[in-house]
């Protein structure tokens, strides 16, 4: 399957009482294999981010970086519920900036109940995720608990679709270095997504969008920075 991934990342912070914001988006052109047969991990998967084309108000620092993947792999094994696990990149050099903003699709999928999904059906998943920065200097752990129900069969791009519905709560905690400089990083958020499973039962894209309160604290010069991040997401299945 091959998608186009659309996200805006907005985030808002008080530093030495000014207020600054930021608003970053792109797309994200995205390519997933799926092999069988399965083997005890799973099945071997790839996603494949062929390019990032940046929103033109994206600020360089970040933009370029974007603009220069081409054919970063992420290669893991997809469980039958829909994790996907064990994940490498082939280019840890190329996330030291998008970490934040292209992820490790780990969660990219929708969770399904061991027993398949069917409408009626609702259930909730405890999910962990780890990801440090290319260096390994920053790691940032998060647990959710995320509520799922499958709702109807509706119309979705064109094709008959069963409609998955989840909310999540969830909190994070982190430490690191950044330019020489120890921070350690905690807070809560919450998500809502609205996914769509095709009759075969391939994910056809959908919308999801977190809201994240952070605090990062900067020990040796005392101070602690509050910190609002809001990712929305829309994923659609290109041709």
Known sequence: MRYVITRRLHVEQSFG??????????????????AGPADARGYPTTFTVDSIVPDSGTPDPLGIPMSKVRALVFAGRLA?????????????????????????FRDFLPRIP??????????????????RDAGGTT?????????????DWEDHAGAQTLRI????????????????????????????ARLFLGEDGRFVGGESRDSTN??????????TIPVVQVMSSTVAVRP
């Open 214 to 223: 952070l605090t990062v604290s900067l020990p040796t010069q005392g101070l």
């Open 114 to 131: 061991a027993a398949g999904a069917r409408v009626g059906a609702a259930w909730t998943d405890t999910i962990m995720l780890a990801q």
């Open 17 to 34: 009482g000014q207020a600054q914001v930021q608003d970053v988006g792109a797309r994200l052109f995205v390519t997933v294999a799926v």
């Open 139 to 151: 790691g940032v752990s998060r647990r959710a608990i995320v509520r799922s129900a499958a709702t």
């Open 165 to 192: 519905e989840s909310a999540a709560s969830y909190d994070l905690t982190g430490a690191g270095q950044r330019n020489g400089q120890a921070f350690e990083v905690s807070g809560t958020g919450t998500g809502n």
């Open 80 to 104: 039958p519920m829909g994790e996907f696990d064990g994940v490498a990149a082939s280019d840890t050099s190329a996330l030291m900036n998008l970490a934040q903003f292209v992820g490790n």
